[in-house]
C-alpha cells in the first residue's frame, strides 16, 4: 500500500445538508494491509465507527454507523476518492449513502489535520 492511515486524523471540511457529519467532526483511522477502520465523534455524532478497505490507489470503500444526538443510530455506505494536497496531506472527496433513515445521497469531503491542530 503506497497511503497509510494508520494514526491519522481527519476532520470534515464540506458535506451535504442531508448529512451529519460537520466540521465539529473527527476522524481517528487505523490500518492494517488493505483493513481501514476509523472511530468518529463531534457535532451531531456521538460515537460513530466505519469498516473497509483501502483500493491500490488509496480510494476507500466502506460502511459506517454511528449513534447521532438525537438518539438515533444510522448506517450508511461511502466510497471516497484520495487527492494529496500540495503539503502532503490527504483529502478524500466521499460519495455516500444513508442505507436508513431516507436513505438519501451526498457527497461530503474529509482532509487529514496535524495532531497538533486537533
Known amino acids: 500500500m503506497k ?6 486524523t481527519f476532520q470534515s471540511i464540506e458535506n451535504m445538508v442531508n448529512g451529519e457529519v460537520s466540521s465539529d467532526t473527527f476522524f481517528h483511522y487505523h490500518q492494517s494491509g488493505e483493513l481501514i477502520t ?3 465523534s463531534g457535532g451531531k455524532i456521538v460515537q460513530g465507527h466505519l469498516l473497509g478497505k483501502m ?3 488509496g480510494d476507500l470503500t466502506f460502511s459506517y454507523h ?3 444526538t438525537d438518539g438515533e ?6 466510497t471516497s476518492s484520495l487527492e494529496v494536497l500540495p503539503d502532503g496531506r490527504l483529502k478524500y472527496i466521499e460519495q455516500w449513502q444513508w442505507l436508513t433513515g431516507d436513505r438519501s445521497q451526498g457527497t461530503s469531503q474529509i482532509v487529514e ?3 497538533k491542530d486537533y
Not at 3 to 8: R, S
Not at 73 to 78: A, D, E, I, P, S
Open 113 to 115: 489535520i496535524n495532531s
Open 66 to 68: 454511528h449513534l447521532n
Open 73 to 78: 443510530l444510522m448506517f450508511g455506505k461511502c
Open 38 to 40: 476509523a472511530d468518529y
Open 3 to 8: 497511503y497509510k492511515l494508520e494514526g491519522k
Open 55 to 57: 483500493l491500490d490507489n
